[in-house]
């Protein structure tokens, strides 16, 4: 049967005071094992099929957007028009949500790929695709990104794809002042801290949302592929900028989700896009991802699980 459509891809989940959406912009087309810095195939092969899963060929990519009735507050903005028909959802899927480009008053990049920061400018015009909104990036994304040695350096691909297309997408932002720059562990916004976690590109970040008594991380690119990489967080991705230093993240991220027993959202976490952590066996991590759930506050008030009904088998 053709012509059919999935439901939009949205999801709602209460933090606290705040409305949390994950909007999913769509998926790339990766073979799974090919993007993974691990040349032990057979490694990485049997972590995903102890996890049951048998190398499907895609990275979902989620946006997250955060609602507190005074802000409407999106982490990374979508891939905008150039990833293919796979990708580039979340204007339609705004739109669906009954959310405006110009109700957005603050855009959280975790860092400037383009699957993350795409869909800030419109590439033809250079016109903000967020009018009234302030984006926030660690001040290493402008510097890696706008430094012509570092270009030089890069390959062909990069260069277009990396270099290009974030200074594409940043320039305008800088010309009128409306991209903020951090450096360091800092409150960006009332209740929302940016926690550096670089590696996987200089001035990656992490956002931890916190609100009345509940804690959410959105940890961006620490972990693609969570079947081998909370296994093995050391694996690495070809798009790392520096492979070695993201695993020393992902190990500093991924104890930290424990310890404080922080609700993941995940840009590359199958949608809905939620988890938390539990600790594994020698220094390997467990991926517990949230069931998809009827209402957006679990049916629940926080802490409290509604008596289930007594069933009688006859
Ligand atoms: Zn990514």
Partial sequence: MTGFEQVPAVYHREVGDCLVTTICDGYMAYDTLEIMRDPDHAKLRHLLEDETRVCPPVVSINTFLIRDGQRTVLVDCGSGDIMGPTCGRLPGLMAHLGVRPEDVTDILLTHVHPDHSNGLTDPETGRKLFPNARAHVHQAEIDHWFDDAARARATERQKRVYFDAGRIQL??????????????????????????????????????????????????????????????????????????????????????????????????????????????????????????FHAPNHGHQPGVWPTPRKVSAT
């Fill in 171 to 292: 320039r305008p932002w800088i010309a009128d002042g409306s991209l903020i720059p951090f450096d360091h562990e800092h409150e960006v916004l009332p209740g929302i801290t940016a926690l550096p976690s670089v590696g996987h590109t200089p001035g990656h970040s992490c956002y931890i949302l916190r609100s009345r008594g509940e804690a959410m991380i959105v940890w961006g690119d620490t972990v693609h592929v969570p079947e081998v990489q909370l296994g093995d967080p050391d694996v690495g991705m070809i798009f790392d900028t520096e492979s070695g230093v993201a695993a020393a993240s992902r190990r500093r991220i991924l104890q930290r989700c424990v310890d404080e027993d922080l609700l993941v959202a995940g840009m590359h976490i199958h949608f809905p896009g939620f988890a938390r952590i539990r600790p594994g066996y020698a220094g390997a991590y467990r991926f517990v991802q949230e069931q998809w």
